[in-house]
């Protein structure tokens, strides 16, 4: 049994018992994406770690995600930073470098730092123009990614990342840690 929803499926996957706290972001949009339900988030704690996304932290959080990764993907990718962030030393890129350490799936930078997103929550994720590919990205062609996330509010980014990287034909799957 798959552990992701498949494109051609139109109704919520059921999770092996192993993966019960696997939750599908079908409100946020139809696609290949699950999250990764965490209890006991301390939110401080991963505030700290996302402006200052610390390596034995970004470790651990990488090795939550390993039990689901279970397909063969080409490359492994993330969201694009916001205008604040640090494109060198962005979070989300630093979990999805880990990741692809772990499982030796290449990581490509797929998508540009945003221009004009530079808050975060419920509400500027709503707002958000379509991500933009790099020229790696650009190059990503009916491949199959991994997607990976921290964090989600809305489930835009996704959506948004998704729909781009299916322009080109691609297979996206996608994971996130924790959603709010």
């Known amino acids: 049994m798959r552990d992701i929803l498949n494109l051609d499926d139109l109704e919520l996957p ?3 018992e192993k993966h019960k706290h696997l939750y599908h972001y079908l ?4 696609g290949c994406f699950a999250l990764n339900m965490r209890d006991n988030v301390n939110w401080e704690e991963l505030k700290q770690w996302k402006d200052n996304p610390k390596k034995e ?3 651990k959080m990488a090795i939550d995600f390993l039990p689901y990764i279970q397909q063969k993907y080409d490359i492994i990718t993330t969201a694009p930073a916001s205008t604040e962030r640090n494109i060198n030393y962005y ?3 630093e979990l999805t470098i880990e990741i692809g350490k772990l499982t030796k799936i290449p990581f490509v930078q797929c998508f540009e730092q945003r221009k004009n997103k530079s808050y975060h929550g419920r509400f500027a994720s709503l707002k958000q123009e379509t991500p933009v590919l790099t020229k790696n990205g650009q190059k990503i062609k009916e491949m199959v990614i991994l997607w990976i996330d921290d964090y989600i509010n809305t489930g835009m980014t996704a959506r948004n990342c998704f729909n781009v990287l299916k322009k080109n034909n691609n297979h996206i799957d996608g994971l996130v840690w924790v959603r709010h």
């Open 91 to 93: 979070c989300a890129n």
């Open 27 to 30: 409100p946020g949009f139809l």
């Open 57 to 59: 932290i970004t470790k």
């Open 14 to 16: 059921v999770f092996p």
